[in-house]
């Protein structure tokens, strides 16, 4: 069973960074995809970045996140990380790491952490 459990979110100004780390238990690390969403009150739940198992990374959003967000990980931790550059207010959201099997919909196939709050004033 996979366990994800998310931190690094918190309260920042505009303009501002923030880290946030995802660990993952269990044995599927490497040979699942995995990956950050995020979720504005109101709105569906929508991808940020994701890595496949064979380390492509895919950045999601257009525009409105383009070149602000890395997603890189740590294999010998079990952790995945997403550093956020010059936060927006619009970045303000449930942030939420998931690991699925690769091939299948994420949204129907993740288990997912207990989320962490960014928000951005």
């Known amino acids: 069973h996979v366990q994800l459990v998310e931190s690094g979110g918190g309260s920042v100004q505009a303009g501002g960074s923030l880290r946030l780390t995802c660990v993952i238990s269990?044995?599927?690390?490497?040979?699942?995809?995995k990956g950050w969403f995020r979720q504005a009150p109101g709105k569906e739940r929508e991808g940020v970045a994701a890595?496949?198992?064979?380390?492509?990374?895919?950045?999601y959003g257009g525009d409105s996140m383009k070149g602000r967000f890395t997603l890189s990980q740590e294999i010998a931790k079990k952790e995945m990380y997403l550093q956020m550059n010059n936060l927006k207010p619009e970045d303000t959201a449930m942030y939420y790491c998931?690991?699925?099997?690769?091939?299948?919909?994420?949204?129907?196939?993740?288990?997912w952490g207990q989320g962490t709050q960014v928000t951005v004033s």
């Open positions: 998931g690991s699925w099997r690769c091939g299948m919909n994420p949204y129907s196939d993740a288990d």
């Open positions: 269990g044995d599927s690390f490497s040979r699942n995809c």
């Open positions: 890595i496949a198992s064979g380390g492509l990374i895919t950045y």
